[in-house]
């Protein structure tokens, strides 16, 4: 709470001092965060009336012409024209579309083309069409409408500027729409604005017509967008420069990344490094997808917090040019606007992902320890809020969302969506994950464009890694907090020249399930060095024990800390050497490896079954078949004595019941 309260007084300092500070040093999604939480459009609206609709129908495009002129103009009022063409394809046979649009905000005028006559009550505006139209239609509806001159913390005016800011569900205060992260559509924006002034929009500038002292600026997203992410940003005498990235797959192209700002602003520090971060993330997410992207200071009071990542042009709080910030919402144009939340019960995958993008490109500056230095003060940030205690993933937030405060929670949507992927990068491996996220951020098929839900990323997890780990979303995604472990180990002689190892781990909170991880323990001896083993914990209570010849002298759980959200003791002691039935079939590295002539394998069966383990060389040659019989649950191991074998590669292999695994050992000697 005292992070809180100083960034509040910061925040109220750069409000105060509108254009007199660069932000350089906050952590971008504690920006982000604190601008969802703080801004005025902060509500839903699923309960608008006993009678809100369930979708019949998916839109297409949203064509949208604004008269916003006189909103530039002293006293910059906050009404405006418009016309809205909508083109949606009808899933199920309906003669009436309802739309989202805000009573005190939007007054509705007449709608045209299919659309016949209209409704406008308790926040839905209903649409009768000309006809009753069948599933695969494609239907137009016209909509004639005025924006109210009221302030609603959708749509902004003030100091010559002109801003919109929608998420999570602030779009319909400036225009009638489907308004949910799952309806996502093409946009194509027309706005009249005073000749001296700029305006941005998503997508690409299709042409700007000058007309007097008038000037049509006309917007086109040739990529679907969610109505949260749809914006427009102007302002008299708004500074523009212009940076250009060539892609990957073709140097000879570029897209223009557009910066605007206010007078006395400073953003040379990003346009510097624009360039950069987006190859980076391009390497590892698939390339930049769109025509263009940008970059925006508010040009109006009103957006004192953070950023907002709207689809190809982000909003910046005035001053906030902020390589952290930066880092973080562009990174949403990968998670967050190409492959959008599903619904809001699924925010963690926008938010958790753009968290741990901040840690992945101080990586890419600084190496592997400022990442890690970027993750352990996200665990910081999960433990300073003992009573964040809901999952990351609420299936019921999808149709009854909670209040900001707790869906944009900086300890959990944020630090522990970010700490949960680096765990995750942890427990499958740097090959594997990367690799999951390339082709989740590719997938054409199932989310570039579109949506995901956690289940689809889970699903996602299992295809990459070729093995079902689902445990892993299930625990870190779906259940609240965090796992406590009570570990205990001892050493004993054992037989001549030899020591035996015990170690028992032991998960003891109360507030979430038994969490299955891999563990590493660090193993010091009184001579030579350390070694590290990783084994999988399955099972609460597990016991594993191992043979050394030298004597072991302590024993340090997760030396790395790479499961940064985790409370966990240590301790000599008694072991009571009762193990639980394994949970799956598991085979573990052999121990010691590389070894000479003698090493253990070590695997476990969650039922009785029969036991092959055969011993391969490099050329697929069977060498040794030590095992074949069969065995009852538990875990057990087995020697192999290589003494008449050469140094060199070898792989063993286990087949029990259906469950087939391989992995490699070396001899030398």
């Known amino acids: 709470m005292k992070t809180k309260l100083l960034l509040t ?25 604190q601008k969802r939480m703080k ?47 909508i083109t949606f394809r009808v899933d199920t ?4 579309i309802s739309l989202n649009a805000i009573n005190t905000s939007l007054q509705i005028n007449s709608v ?22 069948n599933p695969g239609r494609i239907i137009q509806v016209g909509i004639n409408y005025q924006h109210l001159n009221v302030s609603d913390g959708g749509f902004y005016t003030g100091s010559g500027g002109v801003f919109t800011d929608a998420e999570p569900e602030g779009a319909r205060y400036w225009f009638p729409c489907w308004d949910l992260p799952s309806d996502k559509a093409t946009l194509d924006l027309t706005a009249k604005v005073p000749a001296n002034a700029k305006l941005g929009s998503n997508g690409r500038l299709n042409d700007s017509t000058l007309t007097g002292d008038t000037l049509y600026y006309h917007w086109v997203s040739r990529d679907p967008v969610a109505t949260y992410l749809m914006v427009m940003t102007g302002k008299v005498n708004y500074n523009l420069d212009i940076v250009y990235w060539h892609k990957i797959s073709n140097p000879s192209d570029s897209i223009p990344i557009r910066f605007y700002y206010n ?6 520090g990003v346009e510097s490094i624009i360039a950069d971060m987006t190859t980076y993330y391009s390497t590892l997410f698939g390339e930049h997808p769109f025509e263009k992207n940008g970059f925006t200071t508010a040009p109006a009071p009103g957006f004192a917090w953070g950023g907002m990542e709207n689809q190809t042009l982000t909003t910046f709080c005035a001053g906030c040019w902020s390589t952290y910030l930066t880092s973080h919402e562009f990174a949403h144009q990968w998670f967050g606007d190409m492959i959008t939340c599903g619904t809001w019960g699924d925010v963690w995958l926008n938010e958790g992902f ?16 400022s990442y890690k230095n970027a993750i352990l003060s996200d665990a910081n940030s999960y433990f300073a809020e003992p009573n964040a205690n809901w999952p990351m993933y609420n299936p019921s937030w999808a149709e009854n969302p909670p209040g900001p405060d707790t869906l944009f929670d900086e300890a959990i949507t944020y630090a522990k969506g970010a700490c949960v992927l680096h765990m995750l990068r942890y427990a499958i491996g740097d090959v594997y994950f990367f690799r999951l996220l390339n ?3 590719t997938d054409t098929v199932n989310f570039k464009f579109g949506n995901s839900v956690t289940d689809d990323f889970n699903a996602k997890v299992v295809e990459i890694i070729g093995k079902d780990i689902s445990w892993f979303i299930d625990e870190w995604a779906k259940q609240p907090k965090h796992p406590v472990y009570q570990n205990v180990y001892d050493a004993e002689p054992y037989g001549t020249g030899q020591w035996q190892l015990g170690f028992q781990t032991q998960q003891v909170q109360t507030n979430t399930p038994f969490h299955i991880m891999p563990l590493v323990v660090k193993i010091t001896f009184a001579s030579g060095p350390d070694t590290s083993i990783r084994v999988m914990n399955y099972a609460n209570n597990d016991y594993f024990q191992w043979i050394f010849d030298r004597q072991p002298t302590g024993l340090v759980f997760d030396p790395n800390n790479d499961i940064v959200l985790k409370e966990a003791s240590t301790v000599v002691g008694v072991i009571s050497k009762k193990l639980q039935t394994p949970l799956v079939y598991s085979l573990y590295q052999n121990y010691p490896n590389p070894f000479n002539p003698v090493t253990k394998i070590t695997y476990d069966l969650p039922k009785k079954s029969n036991v092959v383990i055969k011993v391969y060389d490099v050329l697929g040659r069977l060498i040794l078949q030590p095992l074949n019989e069969a065995m009852e649950a538990g875990r057990h191991s087995i020697e192999i004595n290589a003494t008449n074998l050469p140094s060199g590669v070898y792989y063993y292999k286990i087949e029990a019941g259906s469950f087939t695994d391989v992995k490699k050992m070396v001899l030398v000697k």
């Open 439 to 441: 082709s989740y951020a």
């Open 354 to 369: 753009a968290t741990y993008c901040e840690a992945l490109y101080d990586e890419h500056t600084g190496g592997y320890t």
């Open 93 to 96: 046979a309906l003669n009436s």
């Open 9 to 33: 007084f910061f925040l109220f300092f750069l409000t105060c001092n509108y254009l007199s500070a660069q932000v350089v040093d906050q952590r971008g999604w504690i920006m982000c965060s």
């Open 39 to 85: 801004s005025s459009n902060h509500y839903f609206f699923n309960n608008d009336s006993p009678n809100t609709p369930k979708h019949k129908f998916d839109v297409q495009n949203y064509k949208l012409t604004l008269d916003i002129r006189s909103c530039f103009i002293s006293p910059y009022p906050h009404s405006y024209n418009a016309t809205e063409i």
């Open 263 to 268: 007078s006395g602003e400073n953003p040379s």
């Open 112 to 133: 045209s083309l299919k659309g016949v006559s209209f409704t406008h009550s308790a926040n839905i505006l209903t649409i009768t069409l000309d006809s009753t139209y």
